[in-house]
């Protein structure tokens, strides 16, 4: 039984083929019918927004000496910023050396920095460059700085 509710068959006949369809319809078997249960589920969810804490950025400056020693680079600097008193941020220590076949090479190193109060940053800091090289240049590059968020959620005052 075919899924329509018929069937055909083909009759050939000898060496010349007589196609003749013959079809018989069957009226279609009846189907069960589908039991449906519905369900309702119901959750409760609650979902605290807060809004996104906004950042002052601001403006830092940076003043640098370096000094090459055999295959170190010695790093001395301050860091200000006149904007805000506590902040932090990025900058990327840029190193540029000469080895001995004359190639310019160039390394990278990513740092951060953080300020407490309004006074500036010193740091010194050294860094590997290889053996048989003349240092050319150090740079700070890519300064970033944002300003500390202050919070006051209620102040007490003591008094003696």
Not at 81 to 89: D, E, F, P, R
Not at 92 to 100: E, G, L, V
Request: contains cysteine.
């Amino acid at each position: 039984m075919s899924p329509f509710g018929r069937s055909c068959s083909l009759s050939v006949l000898g060496c010349i083929a007589l196609v003749a369809p013959s079809c018989v319809y069957a009226a279609p078997e009846p189907q069960e019918e589908p039991v449906s249960t519905e369900r309702q589920v119901q959750k409760k969810f609650i979902v605290k927004l807060e809004p996104p804490q906004q950042r002052q950025y601001c403006s830092a400056s940076s003043t640098i000496e370096y000094l090459q020693n055999d295959d170190i680079a010695t790093v001395s600097g301050e860091i200000t910023n006149k904007q805000c008193g506590a902040s932090s941020g990025t900058y990327t220590m840029n190193i540029r050396y000469r080895d001995q076949d004359g190639d310019l090479h160039e390394l990278d190193f990513e740092e951060s920095w953080q300020r407490e109060d309004d006074q500036s940053v010193k740091f010194k800091r050294e860094y590997a460059i290889g053996e048989n090289v003349d240092l050319i240049r150090i740079r700070t590059r890519r300064m970033r700085c944002v300003c500390a968020e202050i919070e006051s959620k209620g102040e007490t005052e003591i008094q003696e």
